[in-house]
Structure formats: structure tokens, C-alpha cells
């Protein structure tokens, strides 16, 4: 059972818009500590993509960005391209589990 | 570029060991924490373990408490993660990964897959 709820699939067209969103608690997102999304591609390793709930890694275009209110999170992705399709995965610190809780993932399929 | 490499995999019987090897390049590996993370076939990623950059703080999740270890050799710039007490619910693609700093996991490696079955 994760601590983070993410949706199993969103899917769009190419060139359209998505968000994907993430639900946490009074033990992780709720509490303040920061939220963080990874892209996971089919073969390859994860990706950070936004850590400390909206910030870019060098390399990861700006079509990428983060947001956070309350006990919640959300990754949009803007300009939606094939090479996009893959996992894509929450995370935050959670003091319940004294440990750093990931999201189920959610399936990212560009029509 | 930073680069994590896994190694040390394989199919172990239950209530077996085995001891996963992640080599460090392109980093001041002594100055960083890092994590091993699984994900389990058609499941999500689980954090299962992190060490300090010094490796003197540990912490484990309470699935593998008390079974795994994690350890570093920073003059080898090689993180390690010694299973034992294997069970079938352990079986998992194993990543490494530096951090957590400011509590995300900035980079990882392919992983190393682990079955665990007899």
C-alpha cells in the first residue's frame, strides 16, 4: 500500500496537455515535505524530473512542471511528444514510515 | 555524466543470501548519501534502504529491517546491500541510487534484478 495515491493511466495526444496527480497526508505531503516526480521509461533507469515540489533538474525541458496545495501534488506536462510514454512516479518523506514514500505510478500512454 | 552500475543479481532459493554491488563514477562519491529502491514485478517503486555519505547513519524500511544491510567502501566508491533471509516477495529490480539529498533521489542506475524462488 503506498503512502502517495497517484491514478494508474492518463493519456493524451501528442501536442496536448496532462496532468497527473499525486494525494498524500498529514504524515508526508500535508506536513510540508517537499514532493519529487520521476519518469520511468520502458528499459531504462528512472529520471528525476521536478524535486522540491517544482523545480527542474538541468536537462529536463520546461514542458515539464510541478505543483503543491495541501496534502496534494501535481506533474503537468505541456507539448505532450511519444517519447513521453512511460511511468511516471511521486515521492516524499513520510514520517509514519520514518522513510521516503513513492507514489503506485502512474501509466502515461500518448495516443 | 554520474554513473551507477548494479551488479551481483540472480535467482536465490528462500531463506538464501546475496550481496548487490553498485559501482560510483563521475562523482565525489565520499560527499554523497545513497539508497537502494525496488520495484517489484508489475508493482511501484519501494525506497528500501539509505546510508549516510560517511556510511555512519543506516536506515532500512520495516520490510527488509533486520534481513538487509546496507554498506559503502568510499575508497572503492562502491555501495553495497547484503540480503539475506530471502523471501519470494523480495523478488525485484534493484536500483541504486544518490541520495536522498533534500529528500529526492537524484540519480540511479539500470538495477539489478534479484528472484528469489526455489
Known amino acids: 500500500q503506498s503512502v502517495l495515491t497517484q491514478p494508474p493511466s492518463v493519456s493524451g495526444a501528442p501536442g496536448q496537455r496532462v496532468t497527473i496527480s499525486c494525494t498524500g497526508s498529514n504524515s508526508n505531503i500535508g506536513v510540508g515535505y517537499h514532493v519529487h516526480w520521476y519518469q520511468h521509461l520502458p528499459g531504462t533507469a528512472p529520471r528525476l524530473l521536478i524535486y522540491g515540489n517544482n523545480n527542474r533538474p538541468s536537462g529536463v525541458p520546461d514542458r515539464f512542471s510541478g505543483s503543491k496545495s495541501g496534502t496534494s501534488a501535481s506533474l503537468a506536462i505541456t507539448g505532450l511528444q511519444a517519447e513521453d510514454e512511460g511511468v511516471y512516479y511521486c515521492q516524499s518523506y513520510d514520517s509514519k514510515l520514518s522513510g521516503w514514500g513513492f507514489g503506485g505510478g502512474t501509466k502515461l500512454t500518448v495516443l | 555524466e554520474v554513473q551507477l552500475l548494479e551488479s551481483g543479481g540472480g535467482l536465490v532459493q528462500p531463506g538464501g543470501s546475496l550481496r548487490l554491488s553498485c559501482a560510483a563514477s563521475g562523482l565525489t562519491f565520499s560527499s554523497f548519501a545513497m539508497s537502494w529502491v525496488r520495484q517489484a514485478p508489475v508493482r511501484g517503486l519501494e525506497w528500501v534502504s539509505a546510508?549516510?555519505?560517511?556510511?555512519?547513519?543506516?536506515y532500512y524500511a520495516d520490510s527488509v529491517k533486520g534481513r538487509f544491510t546496507i554498506s559503502r567502501d568510499n575508497s572503492k566508491n562502491t555501495l553495497y546491500l547484503e540480503m539475506n533471509s530471502l523471501r519470494a516477495e523480495d523478488t525485484a529490480i534493484y536500483y541504486c541510487?544518490?541520495?536522498?539529498?533534500?529528500?529526492?533521489?537524484?540519480?540511479w542506475g539500470r538495477g539489478t534484478m534479484v528472484t528469489v524462488s526455489s
Open positions: 546510508l549516510s555519505a560517511p556510511g555512519t547513519s543506516t
Open positions: 541510487a544518490e541520495g536522498p539529498r533534500d529528500d529526492a533521489f537524484h540519480v
